[in-house]
Structure formats: C-alpha cells, structure tokens
C-alpha cells in the first residue's frame, strides 16, 4: 500500500467525523477547543475512537466470554487456579531445589512469580466485581481518554464542549 493511501484512511475517518460535528453544530466546540491549545487531528481521531467504542458497545459487548474468550463462571475458576499455581510455585521456590535454582539462575522471577500471579488474580477479580461488559469499559475508557487530554492540554475542565463532541461522535 502507498504512503498516500496510508495517509487518506485517516483522513478520511477525521472528515467523517468532522461532518457528524457538522451536522451535530458541534463544531464550534472543536473550534473552541482547538484555539485553546488542542491539536484539531488528534481531537478527531480521538473522537473517532470514542465512535468506534460506541459501535463495539453495541455490537460485542454483551458478554464476559465475548470480551475474555471465558463465561463469567470459567473466569472466576481461573482466578482460583492462578492463586492455586501461585502457592504451588511459592512452597516449591522454599524447597532445597527452589531456592537452588533462584540463587543457580540468578533470575528473581523465581522469587516473584507468586506475587505477579496473585496480583494479576487480584486485578481480574476486581473487574469481575465493579465492572462488566454492560458497563460498556471500552467506551467509558475511550470517553475518558479524550477528557484527560483536553484537561491535559488546557489545564482546564471543559465540560460542555467535550460533552457536545462525545454525544455527537457517539451517534
């Protein structure tokens, strides 16, 4: 593929989003937000991301294996294993052998496996408990983003003009 068509993708994905803006009168907000330090194509590519992450809220988001592969129940049975295998590794790095092989190798990821894998259990448990496919996290994390960088860029809050862009980027 050509430079230029490499190029006109993008381009042409911010002009898209540029006449939503338009037909929304949202524009003027872009406006605004450009003459106060934003970079114009960064705000449009982000805004297209959070389209992009309406349209996956959607469409795929309806279910724990949709997003992980697993049900909501093998997730959980996995979270347990992984604590299982960290107290398995933990008693075998206290055996002769273990230690052996930690201090032989040199490497500390014998020492500090057990921790990453709790840590990681940890962390799929939590958004197992707080959030979930319907809380649509791709989206709200899309949106985010986009609120962090002009926060960010201007040292202000802006909520009126990012609201008006998101609502319209999202239809």
Partial sequence: MSNRRKQDKPNSARRAIEEVLKEKSCLKDL????SLGCDR??????????????????????????????????LRAAVGKWRRSA?????????????FLGVQSG?????????LI????????RQLAFAGPKKRPFLNCFKAYLVAY???????????EVSALISAAMT
């Fill in 150 to 160: 002009v926060h960010e860029t201007t040292k202000r809050w802006h909520d009126e």
């Fill in 118 to 125: 709790r840590r990681c259990a940890c962390t799929v448990e």
């Fill in 31 to 34: 406006e605004t937000l450009t």
């Fill in 41 to 74: 194509r960064w705000m449009l590519t982000l805004l297209r991301t959070v389209g992009v992450g309406q349209q996956i809220s959607d469409s795929k988001e309806k279910s724990w294996e949709s997003l992980t592969g697993l049900s909501r129940r093998s």
């Fill in 87 to 99: 107290l398995e590794i933990e008693r075998f790095n206290l055996s002769f052998l273990g230690w």
């Fill in 107 to 115: 490497h500390k990821y014998f020492s500090s496996s057990p921790n």
